[in-house]
């Protein structure tokens, strides 16, 4: 590592520095070279092994062999890139936890510990349900975006976006874009953030509900997972304060048992019938707990059921990664399957732009922006640790992507569209969705169905939507290959419903209180006593308005004939590519700002990408002339049934309450499109104001101040 | 042994382990004069402020 050198303005402790020109440094040197070549090259004839065999079925290793040749040699040379030449990391200059170290919020941490702090915080539901969804167009296209996008655009943004939030003190994204842009950006972003909250929230319930409703063995391991969370976090309030790993480490303990234990409750109907709901039941308990965890003490319910689930997360993504290597599985999806074409079961719309909002998290995922200027920046030690933990801990993401691409990818096409496609679209009985589904080419009996539903010991494994029972398959899939065999494959199932369910739930309740604490801050402005946090009627009021808003979207799914999936991931989607928007928005502005313009298309055109993509998707949405892909075709058409009285009395009020949500759909798409147009107008005027000289180029970064660590 | 032991103790740095010890550090170095909380006001105080902003993802 480069020694520490007074004099020198620029210093960076890079694995790599610039080497002595001794023979002995050009030997190693072109070595290293040689070992950089050959990564490329494996990764390239991987990359088109990938893309290009038809033939027969690929096995799952060249997947993992060329996303990773990929990360490395993006990692290696073009974060480097940026790190150099983009935003140039100085690590002569002292960080905000450095200069402002307080010991709790502002600390030198090391940095490995903070890329696995950082990485438990993006990883998410997202990247593993995303992919799973867009594996019906086949493995490939979903395959591509997530390599390409991550290394080309959410990379970048949560770096660039974590180093600016770490040269501002740890600014948040709002505060940046007001300071950076201006009010109206600001408060752009502001509502961004708070509709994705809504919209995130309500989709990621929508897929527990799918994945527990009629399920007593999964109903009743998450419903253990509360009273377990409760018993932590008194606990860890009063016998152990802090000591978060053995409590963890109890709490896993009990829930495994909850997980084999469900087994028995799922044998004895007596019990079993306590925990089995259908999906409108699910989603009023779900809504109720997402209030109560929102109002309740953080240390009561929320941060232990939080600590559980990251420990079983990294947990089960390392143990998932062991599992693919050790299995190697074929894949048996085809690399492009005939939905293509746009008419797919499980969500309607053509790979551009659909593929690139159904997958977002993995690939670029704007809620990263939030977590990359929020704790993180505090943390760093030296500037060149931004590059490791903004662009590598995304890398590590974009991998948790291929991993769920690959495990929904090695189950039978006839199984996972049968568990993926919505009753309304195959049909409720098994016999007739079955052969609708091998009608398409993907051949599925109805005792293929029977056996997956003993092995995994569910009640039905018919259109189970929203991808977490599929990628449980998956995973179970792969789990009991390595580990148990046949015998064990419920218990890995149900294991990893667990897993998914839990850490959803958790987004869920976190996400609704900083909604609510984002909804007082907006609310405050207009009227004073609603901003204060600590204040019962306003904690009550703000806590209800975020917890209906998102409660209504869950619902309106779950009585969506068509499984609202269909209708509220792109939203979803959409949302999170508005706020990747507005990210890489005030990245560049940051960067013509630092006089970087020359740089500018490293932001600049993974947004204009993104633009392209969610402005498409959202016009389709609204306007598309079929009614699958279309919510105003969609409303149309049953206010047409309605008006040729097609619809029994009985269900009239049903099908307009569908009018009017298809509507609304409508409107939050309009609102969402309208959004991007006006942070992007904004930002593009000062652009061009600053570009022309018109307008001075004012920074807003905490000023330099030399580090007193020397190098270690 | 060493390796797991070091291992596991990383793990739980990142999974927050240790903050109260380096807090009363900071304290005993920097404020002498200001009163150290109990290791329960820490972890209260310190869990609310956590989870008053996003820090968890989809």
Redesign the interface.
């Known amino acids: 590592m480069l020694k520490y050198a007074p004099g020198r303005t620029r210093l960076f402790s890079f694995k790599e520095p610039m080497m002595n020109s001794t023979v002995k440094g050009g030997w190693r040197r072109s070595a290293r070279a040689g070992v950089w070549v050959a990564i490329s090259l494996v990764g390239a004839s991987a990359l088109g092994a990938v893309a290009l065999r038809r033939d027969e079925p690929i096995n799952a290793m060249w997947i993992i062999v060329a996303s990773v040749c990929v990360y490395m040699v993006a990692y290696r040379f073009y974060s480097r890139f940026i790190a150099l030449k983009v935003v140039q990391l100085d690590d002569t200059r002292a960080t905000p936890a450095e200069r402002l170290?307080?010991?709790?919020?502002f600390?030198p941490t090391?940095k490995?510990?903070l890329l696995?702090?950082h990485f438990?915080?993006?990883?998410?539901?997202?990247p593993l349900v995303g992919p799973t969804l867009a594996a019906q167009l086949g493995y490939l296209p979903g395959t591509l975006w997530l390599i390409i996008g991550a290394v080309l655009g959410g990379c970048v943004q949560d770096f660039v976006i974590l180093f600016a939030s770490m040269r501002r003190n740890g600014k948040?994204l709002g505060q940046i874009a007001k300071d950076e842009v201006g009010p109206i950006a600001g408060f752009t972003a502001l509502c961004a953030?708070i509709s994705i909250l809504v919209i995130?929230l309500a989709v990621?319930a929508l897929v527990i509900t799918n994945a527990l409703k009629a399920s007593p063995w999964g109903t009743f391991t998450l419903a253990m997972t509360i009273p377990i969370a409760l018993l932590m976090g008194v606990y860890?309030?009063?016998l152990r304060?802090?000591?978060?790993?053995e409590t963890?480490i109890l709490g896993f303990v009990l829930v495994m048992a909850a997980v084999v234990g469900g087994q028995y409750i799922a044998q004895v109907p007596g019990l079993a019938s306590l925990f089995t709901f259908d999906a409108r039941h699910l989603a009023w308990m779900i809504i109720a707990y997402g209030f109560a965890a929102s109002v309740l003490?953080?240390?009561l319910l929320?941060?232990p059921r939080?600590?559980l689930s990251?420990?079983i997360k990294?947990g089960t993504i390392f143990l998932l990664a062991l599992g693919i290597l050790a299995v190697r599985p074929t894949l048996a999806m085809p690399a492009l399957s005939r939905f293509i074409d746009g008419t797919g079961p499980v969500f309607s719309g053509k790979i551009f732009p659909f593929a690139f909002i159904t997958i977002?998290?993995g690939a670029i995922?704007g809620?990263?922006a939030?977590?990359a200027s929020?704790?993180t920046p505090k943390l760093i030690t030296r500037e060149s640790q931004a590059r490791l933990i903004g662009y590598g801990s995304m890398l590590m993401e974009s991998f948790v992507g291929i991993m769920a691409m690959i495990a929904a990818c090695v189950l039978q096409p006839g199984i996972y569209f049968a568990i993926n496609s919505p009753a309304g679209i195959v049909g409720a009985d098994p016999a007739v969705a079955t052969a609708t589904i091998s009608s398409w080419g993907y051949p599925v009996t109805p005792a293929d169905m029977q056996t997956l539903t003993n092995q995994v010991g569910e009640q039905t494994m018919f259109s189970r939507t929203g991808g977490a029972p599929s990628l449980a398959v998956g995973m179970a899939h792969i789990f009991s290959r390595t580990l148990g065999g046949h015998a064990f494959t419920a218990i890995w199932y149900h294991f990893a419903i667990m897993f998914e369910a839990l850490f959803i739930l958790?987004?869920l309740d976190?996400?609704s209180?900083?909604g609510r604490?984002l909804l007082q801050d907006l609310l405050g402005h207009i009227w004073k006593p609603l901003g204060r946090?600590s204040w019962y009627p306003s904690v009550i009021l703000t806590s209800l308005l975020i917890v209906a808003a998102w409660g209504y979207f869950l619902y309106q799914g779950v009585m969506d004939p068509l499984g609202g999936i269909n209708s509220l991931w792109p939203l979803f989607g959409i949302a999170?590519q508005l706020l990747a928007v507005v990210a890489l928005c005030i990245a560049t502005s940051i960067l013509i700002k630092m006089n970087k313009a020359r740089y500018v298309w490293v932001t600049i055109l993974p947004m204009i990408w993104l633009v392209l993509a969610t402005q498409t998707a959202g016009y389709q949405k609204v306007f598309h002339s079929d009614p699958r892909i279309g919510f105003l075709a969609e409303a149309g058409r049953l206010e047409t049934m309605i008006a040729e009285g097609s619809v029994p009395a009985g269900q009239i009020a049903t099908v307009q309450r569908q009018i009017f949500n298809n509507r609304l759909d409508a409107a939050v798409t309009g609102l969402f499109a309208v959004m991007i147009l006006v942070i992007l107008v904004d930002c593009a005027r000062q652009w061009i104001a600053i570009l022309s000289r018109r307008q001075l180029p004012v920074l807003c970064e905490a000023e330099y101040q030399r580090t007193a660590f020397t190098h270690d | 042994m060493e390796i797991i032991r070091k291992w596991?103790k990383?793990?739980?740095?990142?999974?927050?382990?240790?903050?109260?010890a380096?807090?009363c550090?900071?304290?005993r170095a920097?404020h002498p004069e200001k009163r150290i909380p109990?290791?329960?006001e820490?972890?209260?105080s310190?869990?609310?402020?956590?989870?008053?902003?996003?820090?968890?993802?989809?």
């Open positions: 170290d307080d010991g709790r919020d600390v090391n490995w510990i696995g702090h438990a915080a993006i990883a998410g539901p997202g948040s953030i995130l990621i860890l309030r009063f304060p802090g000591k978060v790993l963890s003490p953080v240390w929320l941060a939080d600590y990251t420990f990294l977002a998290c995922s809620f990263h939030l977590i929020g704790t958790t987004v976190a996400g209180r900083v604490f946090t999170n | 596991w990383m793990l739980g740095q990142v999974m927050g382990e240790g903050e109260y380096r807090y550090e900071h304290l920097k109990s290791a329960g820490f972890w209260v310190r869990l609310n402020e956590k989870y008053s902003r996003p820090n968890r993802c989809c």
